[in-house]
């Protein structure tokens, strides 16, 4: 079956610009996550959504990121005002109701502020 | 708040070698999952192993196996008979049983040398 999927692959934006990033789940995965990977921080956590709903937000950096998640299925991660900081590779995943513990990640999306 | 330590950023072996990567984390909750995830070129992340820490019995899959110290908070991955393939990023992650985020370590890049 087909697996999570992201779109862009790469986004090039400037300082300054919004930028949306999008998450396709694996059909039938309730709970969504977001993370980052970038060199300087490594692999860190953003958000989670089980639902429509994000029970924990705790590692969305600033109030610039901002996330949402409609019909329980595709989800959108917004940053304003990018910052050459936010440089980094977006990556999601999901995972199954009855298989809670094991993430299935996408392929993520590059994000180069210039 | 729980970390993961991997304390080899690089290593290379030949091919048919084996090799084991090291991971360490701090933890004072007793029940959690471990995790050892690989990323190969293509950004995504693939589940190569869990564990579960109230199982004694060591996870195996295929050429992949652990080895889990609880008491010293330990958890390290042995790949044998190592092929081409496997060369990537590997990834150590810790996941409380409450919660839902991985905490990743920093990631050691694994190369197989023909």
């Known amino acids: 079956g087909a697996g999570v999927s992201q779109s862009p692959s790469n986004k090039v934006t400037e300082k300054g610009k919004d930028v949306e990033l999008r998450c396709d789940p694996i059909?039938?995965?309730?709970?969504l996550y977001w993370y980052r990977q970038s060199l300087g921080q490594g692999l860190e956590f953003l958000i989670y959504?089980?639902?429509?709903?994000?029970?924990?937000k705790s590692g969305l950096p600033s109030d610039r990121f901002s996330a949402e998640r409609t019909g329980g299925s595709v989800s959108t991660l917004t940053i304003q005002r990018t910052q050459q900081e936010d440089s980094a590779v977006y990556l999601c995943?999901?995972?199954?109701?009855?298989?809670?513990?094991?993430?299935?990640f996408g392929p993520g999306t590059r994000l180069t502020v210039t | 708040a729980q970390t993961v330590t991997q304390s080899q950023p690089e290593m290379s072996v030949q091919e048919a070698e084996t090799v084991t990567l090291s991971c360490t984390y701090d933890?004072?909750?007793?029940?959690?999952?471990l995790f050892w995830y690989k990323q190969p070129p293509s950004r995504q992340m693939i589940l190569v192993i869990r564990?579960?820490?109230?199982?004694?019995q060591n996870a195996t899959e295929n050429r992949f196996s652990v080895n889990f110290q609880k008491a010293a908070k330990s958890f390290s991955l042995k790949i044998s008979d190592s092929q081409l393939g496997d060369t990537a990023m590997y990834f150590c992650?810790?996941?409380?049983?409450?919660?839902?985020?991985?905490?990743f370590g920093q990631g050691t890049r694994l190369t197989i040398n023909p």
């Open positions: 995943a999901s995972s199954a109701p009855d298989s809670p513990y094991e993430q299935y």
């Open positions: 059909s039938g995965h309730t709970a």
């Open positions: 959504f089980q639902g429509n709903s994000a029970p924990d």
């Open positions: 933890t004072s909750e007793n029940n959690y999952y």
């Open positions: 564990q579960e820490a109230y199982k004694q």
């Open positions: 992650a810790f996941r409380s049983q409450g919660a839902q985020k991985l905490v």
